[in-house]
Nanobody
Framework: VQLQASGGGMVQAGGSVRLSCVVS????????MAWYRQAPGMQHDFVAS???????DYADSVKGRFTISRDNAKSSIYLQMNNVKREDTAKYYC??????????WGQGTLVTVSS
């Protein structure tokens, strides 16, 4: 499985950024997917998930600010991040949900929120 996340960068607090992730090597449309994030020195934390039929779920910390979506024709998921906060600074990864044992993480994409 290959997971190629992109779209990160530096954004000011209160601003917006849109992340993308292209997935290959598995039956994408059959799998629930999610975004996770990892702050320096921390473990991977759940951010948002989306079922194979498009039902979303969010961590409380991002509810109302982030929107997850998917395009099965492009084997891609997206994360629209609005009203970002400094605590959203992290490297963001896409992966299956729930995680498979031994799942690889890909390179992720770094989002840095400045005040």
């Amino acid at each position: 499985v290959q997971l190629q996340a992109s779209g990160g960068g530096m954004v000011q607090a209160g601003g917006s950024v849109r992340l993308s992730c292209v997935v290959s090597g598995m039956h994408f449309r059959l799998n629930n997917m999610a975004w996770y994030r990892q702050a320096p020195g921390m473990q991977h934390d759940f951010v948002a998930s989306i079922t194979s039929v498009g039902d979303p779920d969010y961590a409380d910390s991002v509810k109302g600010r982030f929107t997850i979506s998917r395009d099965n024709a492009k084997s891609s998921i997206y994360l629209q991040m609005n009203n970002v906060k400094r605590e959203d600074t992290a490297k963001y990864y896409c992966n299956v949900f729930p995680l498979w044992e031994g799942a690889n993480w890909g390179q992720g994409t770094l989002v840095t929120v400045s005040s």
